[in-house]
């Protein structure tokens, strides 16, 4: 199964020091070895990004930096798991390399699980 972990955190103005970047990518390249990290990518500053809402049939587009927004996206990363159970262990294993923050676990419709995930969904609203 695969699951979307979102990283959210509280925005820096300083670029990750080097050290940072080394522990970092040596959990990717052992999680991408292992088979259970499928992809994963970081963001850049949200000076450098813009948020897009519609209402009705209204769109609003806000420039950032979100400076009123105390935690932001940092990242994401596509998880190869057994379970939500699984996906989680190894969200928390990614959290014990990152810094302070939350991670949104997901899991993403592939064509085999559609009907599975339908009739749990099903289940919840009986």
Known sequence: MKFISVYKTVERNTPPTQEEMDKMGKLIEEGMKAGWLLGVEGCMPS???ARVRKTGDKTIVTDGPFAETKELIGGLAILNATS?????????????HAEDGECEVRQLHEANCV??????LAATKA
């Open 47 to 49: 000076v450098t990004g």
């Open 84 to 96: 939500k159970e699984h996906a989680i262990e190894l969200t928390k294993y990614f959290l014990s």
């Open 115 to 120: 009907e599975q995930n339908a009739q749990k």
